[in-house]
């Protein structure tokens, strides 16, 4: 199955299979899970390799994973705000 990029702010990012969203996180060159607390993260060079990174549970609902994405964002950019 194909996984595209949806959004992309910072170091995350909204992806899509087919009809479910997750979000991943992408540093160093490395795609990380933001769900369930995994932290190994995979080489970034492929979308296809996601499937390593997500399990069946870290793929949602379009509009849950929108405000997962928002609100993670929201938090990213407030954490970098207070560190200036």
Known sequence: M?????????????????????????????FYNCHSGKRNGIAADDLSAIGALLDDADWVEEDTARQAFNEVVFQGTEFAEKMR
Do not use: P, Q, S, Y
């Open 2 to 30: 194909e996984t595209t990029i949806v959004d992309e702010k910072g170091t995350h990012i909204l992806i899509r299979r087919v009809n479910r969203f997750a979000i991943i996180e992408r540093r160093n060159n490395r």
